[in-house]
Nanobody, 124 residues
C-alpha cells in the first residue's frame, strides 16, 4: 500500500512558479516510478511527467517540456514538481500517482495509487 498526499498548489500569475510536493507513505515507494497528472473540468486526466524509481529517467509532456521539472527524494519518500513559466492553460487539479513498478507509464490506468489532488490556478 502507498498513500500519497499532494501539497503546494495555489493561485499564481502567468509567468510565475509553483512547487508541488507529494508525500508518500509505504515501504515500496522507492521501488516505484512516480507520475504527475492533471485534470480540468470536462476533460480526461492527462500525463504531465514521470520519473523512474531511482530518478535517472524522466519524461515530460510536450506542453510542459522546458518549464516543469520532476524530481524525487527516496530517503524522505517525496516527489516534487517544480513548475516555472506557468501559463493559464496549466490551470488544473494536479495529482501524483505511484506506478506498479519502477517504469514510467503514460497511461493513468496503469498507476495503482493516487493522491487527492491539489488545485493550481494560473491567472492571465
Amino acid at each position: 500500500q502507498v498513500q500519497l498526499v499532494e501539497s503546494g498548489g495555489g493561485l499564481v500569475q502567468a509567468g510565475g512558479s509553483l512547487k508541488l510536493s507529494c508525500a508518500a507513505s509505504g515501504r515500496t515507494f522507492s521501488n516505484r516510478a512516480m507520475g504527475w497528472f492533471r485534470q480540468t473540468p470536462g476533460k480526461e486526466r492527462e500525463f504531465v511527467t514521470g520519473i523512474d524509481w531511482g530518478g535517472a529517467r524522466t519524461y515530460y509532456a510536450d506542453s510542459v517540456k522546458g518549464r516543469f521539472t520532476i524530481f524525487r527524494d527516496n530517503v524522505r519518500n517525496m516527489v516534487y514538481l517544480q513548475m516555472n513559466k506557468l501559463k493559464p492553460e496549466d490551470t488544473a487539479v494536479y495529482y501524483c500517482a505511484a506506478a506498479p513498478d519502477g517504469n514510467i507509464y503514460y497511461q493513468e490506468s496503469l498507476y495503482h495509487y493516487w493522491g487527492q489532488g491539489t488545485q493550481v490556478t494560473v491567472s492571465s
